[in-house]
C-alpha cells in the first residue's frame, strides 16, 4: 500500500534554531497538508497546498512556518525560529482529492525545542 | 466557530463486547465525516468515512445524524487490537480536516 514517508522521526533542537521537517507525499495525490499534534492534545490543522502554493492555512501558521515543494516529490515544512512551544508531533498528509474524501497521514515527526 | 466534541473516555470494555462512541459537530453546514483510529504516539489512520445513510464494514458500523449533529461509532465483538484512541473528525467544506479529542478505548482481556 503506498505511504506517505516522513523524515526525521524524531528530531530535537535548540530554542531559536531553524528546523526543516520533510515529507514524501504518495506520487499521485495533488493536495499536501501539514497538521501537528501537542502531546496529550488534539490534531491541529496547520496549512494546506495545492497546485505549488498554499491554499489555507491556520492562525497558528505564522509568518515563522513556511511550506515548499522544491523538487516535485518533496513536500517540507520549515520553522525559522523554533520556541519550545513548536514540541509537537507534526504530520504530513496528501490526498488525491481534497479533504472531503479523507487522506492518509505519514508516521509523523516527533520535534523537541530545548 | 467550528467545533468536534467527543468524550475523552477512558473505555474500558471486555473482549467481544459491543462499544458505541458518539461525537457532536457545531456547523450544519459540514460536509463530510471520518472516525479515525490512533495508536499511541503514531499517526491517525481511517478508519471508515460516514455516510447519511450510515454504513458498516465488518465489526465497525458509522452512523450520521445531520438533523442532530452528531456521528456516532458502535464496535461489535470488541477485540484486544481494537485498543486505541478514535478519532471523530469533520470536513467542514474548507480544506482542512478537524479533530475531536479522541475518545480512548481500552479492551480488556
Known amino acids: 500500500e503506498p505511504e506517505v514517508t516522513q523524515t526525521p522521526s524524531h528530531q530535537v533542537t535548540q530554542m531559536g534554531q531553524e528546523v526543516i521537517l520533510r515529507c514524501v507525499p504518495i506520487?499521485?495525490?495533488?493536495?499536501f497538508y501539514w497538521y501537528r499534534q501537542i502531546l496529550g492534545q488534539k490534531v491541529e490543522f496547520l496549512v494546506s497546498?495545492?497546485?505549488?502554493?498554499?491554499?489555507?492555512k491556520s492562525e497558528i501558521f505564522d509568518d515563522q512556518f513556511s511550506v515548499e515543494r522544491p523538487d516535485g516529490s518533496n513536500f517540507t515544512l520549515k520553522i525559522r525560529s523554533t520556541k519550545l512551544e513548536d514540541s509537537a508531533m507534526y504530520f504530513c498528509?496528501?490526498?488525491?482529492?481534497?479533504?472531503?474524501?479523507?487522506?492518509?497521514f505519514g508516521s509523523g515527526t516527533r520535534l523537541t525545542v530545548v | 466557530r467550528k467545533e468536534v466534541e467527543q468524550d475523552p473516555g477512558p473505555f474500558n470494555v471486555p473482549e467481544g463486547a459491543t462499544v458505541a462512541f458518539n461525537c457532536t459537530y457545531s456547523n450544519s453546514a459540514s460536509q463530510s465525516f471520518f472516525w479515525y483510529r490512533q495508536d499511541c504516539r503514531k499517526e491517525p489512520k481511517l478508519l471508515m468515512s460516514?455516510?447519511?445513510s450510515g454504513n458498516e464494514d465488518g465489526r465497525f458500523t458509522a452512523q450520521l445524524n445531520r438533523a442532530s449533529q452528531y456521528i456516532s461509532l458502535l464496535i461489535r465483538d470488541s477485540k484486544l487490537s481494537d485498543s486505541a484512541t478514535y478519532l471523530c473528525?469533520?470536513?467542514?467544506?474548507?480544506?482542512?480536516?478537524?479533530f475531536g479529542t479522541g475518545t480512548r478505548l481500552t479492551i480488556i482481556p
Open positions: 498528509a496528501s490526498s488525491v482529492r481534497q479533504s472531503n474524501y479523507g487522506y492518509t
Open positions: 497546498f495545492y497546485n505549488n502554493e498554499i491554499s489555507e
Open positions: 473528525v469533520v470536513n467542514f467544506g474548507n480544506e482542512k480536516l478537524t
Open positions: 506520487s499521485n495525490h495533488l493536495y
Open positions: 460516514v455516510y447519511s
